[in-house]
């Protein structure tokens, strides 16, 4: 099952129960065959004995009390000693099977009722996911105000359930205060921050008034559910989970014996399939990304931006619209289509479609919209090997000048009274290990206090760096929040300095325990260090390679030769890798692009009209792409496309080249090698939604593999050899460097 979702783009979550096993009076035999005594504490299965829970029994009496909550009887279900190294391997063994069939991530259940060190010593011991990265982990720690247990407390081991979210979105919902919405991530209601936080209306439990119950939002109520809900997709705070339940008249009522498939609306809800719901999630991953910006609202109505890439409205709404998206007619996808909304000048007219649907939205590159830019942007701009690795940029007018000394990087100025364009932040101690989402590249936007605002903006973060002023608290300095309009936010630093980058030390970011100082947090103008400050373009033919391990350079082929780049990117569904690159600054390479089977259906058409492998994106003629049928958009290429491939021979875009595993793109071609350098040639990469921007600069090792080799010059880009089978991954230095393989047919 696991593996049949993923191919369809599904991702597979587990709800992990490892706080305790059966009730103590429990007996019987497990789905799986093996038997069990809750009473005498006997797991044969695992195997558990009562050396492996907290002794002496206790049941939980007193929430005030964290010890007693952690160590004590959950509503008498036998409590496994969480500190046990013992018990840590036994469940981060059940975690890593989960993880080594296909599952990507786990919600753990009654996060509350273990220590955080203790789920941090079974979570390390599981091991990255097989197409890369750590498994998601999102903690059930409920919390409503109270106690003395906190969301904070559990940072460290992933995300946190925020049960206020679902309470504080139905007082303004019901209470007819809907502009109080704004305000949803309450910060004296002590709730966990955007980064952390996975929000919610309802759950399986607290819409039967179990786990956190209260005064809710359900899909008993539907005209109020959809505001909720649609609102949580549409705005900026959290990461969000959608319910989709069956009716019932007892709270510990079964599921229908019928299928969802064929009886929504009857005894199944079904409310994930309700318009203002179900299409609402294609609006928030087209905005993923960007801040909340033009909001109004009223005691009945909320209407606001997602940057320049979407529009929401709902309640009563009925009038003209500031939007900040690009012109154009616009598909309001709470109708499927059935209405357009026209956008002249900034602006644009709302109202909901249907009475029954209170919410109309649009979005760029969504339903059949046609504005003047798309979602997948085109790239015009010229590359050059610089130390700051130019991007091609959101827009296709912008073009850039070549360096007049292709040997030397000028870093920005950070005179008195002045600041670079764009800093880098880098960090290896408390802050790299609390917030590393907010660590990399901040671009400057805007002035605050008389000092430049910059912003960090990635697929799912938008960060801002800005120097803020408090006059109750009696606060000033330089503070990076999640909103340019907020005070306080996660790192802090009392300087002064008209630019962050002249502050050495003194930066401090914000745990459940105070405001913790980092001495490792470094801030520079990009291009300027720290790290390795390669050269700007190619050494003359003939230069020596590099000094390094690795094997000998072997002349490559001569002439037309077929070429292999493989490159591992793990993507978000609907994103695609292109290539750009040859020898630079500006010289292209011959290419001819080798088909694949039908079910590239992408790749194939962007590899009609692909001639060079070059630093100009698209080329003139190149072939275009449309995902829907009835969708009338064409998305252009943004460079030399690469195929998506995996090694799993049950996958429907399985390669027998890639021998390395899944998310690697393929790149196969017959080059010109003759118009390589010395044989070698450079490239980096991009990717559509959130990748436009390009690689950071590499600094490429020595080469491994059966030919490996040096480049006979360095460069900021990838390096790979013409006439060879050439492995990289994306950001990283590393390289490998095969013999041709044959051309399987395709």
């Not at 759950?203 to 786990?211: A, C, K, L, S, V």
Request: hydrophobic fraction near 30%; glycine fraction near 14%; charged fraction near 20%.
């Amino acid at each position: 099952m696991v593996k049949r979702c993923k191919a369809a783009g599904v991702n597979v979550f587990v709800d992990g129960v490892i706080n305790h096993m059966s009730g103590l009076d429990g007996v019987g035999t497990g789905t799986a065959g093996s038997s069990y005594n809750g009473g005498s504490q006997d797991y044969p299965g695992v195997p558990f004995s009562n050396k492996d829970f907290h002794q002496p029994i206790c049941y939980i009496e007193n929430y005030g009390d964290p010890t007693e909550v952690r160590n004590c009887y959950l509503v008498g279900l036998n409590d496994l000693a969480g500190g046990a190294s013992y018990v840590q391997e036994k469940i981060a063994g059940y975690l890593q099977d989960c993880v080594d069939i296909g599952v990507v991530g786990f919600r753990i259940d009654a996060s509350k009722h273990m220590w955080p060190d203790d789920i941090k010593g079974t979570i390390d011991r599981v091991g990255d996911l097989p197409e890369g990265g750590r498994p998601f982990f999102v903690h059930e720690v409920i919390d409503q105000g109270g106690e003395p247990i906190k969301v904070q407390e559990y940072f460290g081991v992933g995300r946190v359930t925020e049960f206020r979210y679902g309470i504080k979105a139905a007082d303004c919902i019901r209470g007819n205060d809907f502009a109080g919405l704004g305000g949803i991530y309450d910060q004296g209601w002590g709730m966990a921050d955007p980064e952390h936080a996975m929000v919610f209306i309802d759950n399986h439990d607290n819409q039967r008034g179990h786990g956190g119950g209260g005064s809710l939002l359900t899909h008993t109520d539907p005209w109020n559910y959809k505001i909720g809900v649609s609102f949580m997709l549409a705005h900026d705070y959290g990461f969000k989970r959608v319910m989709s339940s069956y009716y019932f008249s007892d709270k510990d009522q079964g599921p229908p014996s019928t299928s969802p498939n064929s009886d929504c609306g009857g005894k199944w809800a079904c409310e994930h399939r309700w318009a203002s719901i179900g299409n609402m999630v294609q609006f928030t991953n087209a905005v993923a990304g960007t801040g909340v910006e033009n909001w109004v609202s009223g005691s009945d109505m909320v209407a606001f931006s997602r940057g320049n890439k979407g529009f929401y409205a709902m309640g009563n709404v009925n009038g003209p619209f500031a939007t900040g998206l690009p012109d154009g007619e616009y598909c309001d996808i709470i109708s499927e289509c059935q209405q357009m909304i026209t956008i002249s000048g900034g602006q644009g007219n709302f109202k909901p479609h249907s009475t029954d649907e209170p919410v109309v939205a649009i979005c760029v590159g969504c339903g059949k919209s046609a504005p003047p830019t798309t979602s997948r942007p085109t790239t015009t701009t010229k590359r050059t090997t610089t130390t700051k690795k130019p991007g091609p940029g959101p827009t296709t007018t912008t073009a850039t000048t070549k360096p007049t000394d292709p040997q030397t990087t000028v870093p920005q100025s950070t005179a008195s009274g002045t600041c670079c364009e764009t800093l880098v932040l880098s960090s290896n101690g408390g802050i790299a290990e609390t917030y590393p989402e907010l660590l990399g590249k901040y671009t400057q936007i805007g002035e605050d206090n008389d000092r430049p605002r910059f912003k960090h903006q990635t697929i799912l973060t938008t960060m801002h760096l800005h120097y803020t002023v408090d006059d109750h608290f009696k606060w000033e300095g330089w503070m990076i929040t999640a909103n340019n309009n907020q005070t306080f936010g996660y790192v802090s630093n009392k300087g002064d300095n008209y630019c962050p980058t002249g502050i050495e030390s003194g930066w401090e970011f914000q745990l459940v325990t105070g405001w913790t100082e980092d001495p490792t947090l470094n801030v520079f103008c990009d291009g300027s260090g720290p790290g390795p400050n390669p050269t700007d373009g190619p050494n003359p033919t003939g230069t020596q390679p590099t000094d390094g391990p690795g094997p000998t350079n072997e002349p490559g082929p001569g002439g037309v030769a077929t070429t292999i780049v493989a490159l591992k990117r793990v993507t978000v569904p609907g994103s695609d890798v292109f290539i750009i690159g040859g020898v630079a600054p500006d010289q292209p390479i011959d290419i001819t692009l080798y088909p694949f089977a039908e079910n590239w259906e992408s790749y194939m058409h962007w590899m009609v009209g692909d001639d060079h492998l070059d630093w100009d994106g698209p080329e003139v003629g190149q072939g275009t792409f449309a995902p829907d049928e009835d969708n009338p958009v064409e998305y252009p290429a943004m460079g030399t496309p690469g195929a998506w491939t995996t090694n799993d021979p049950t996958d429907d875009f399985y390669y027998s080249l890639n021998t390395f595993g899944p998310h690697y793109w393929f790149i196969v071609m017959d080059m010109d090698c003759d118009q390589t350098q010395d044989g070698w040639f450079e490239f980096s990469t991009i990717y559509s939604i959130g990748g436009e921007e390009g690689e950071t600069a590499i600094s490429q090792e020595a080469c491994t593999g059966e030919v490996g080799g040096t480049a006979p010059f360095t460069s900021t880009n990838h390096i790979a050899r013409c006439g060879f089978f050439n492995v990289f991954t994306y950001g990283l230095d590393t390289c490998q460097i095969d013999a041709m393989p044959p051309i399987p047919d395709p």
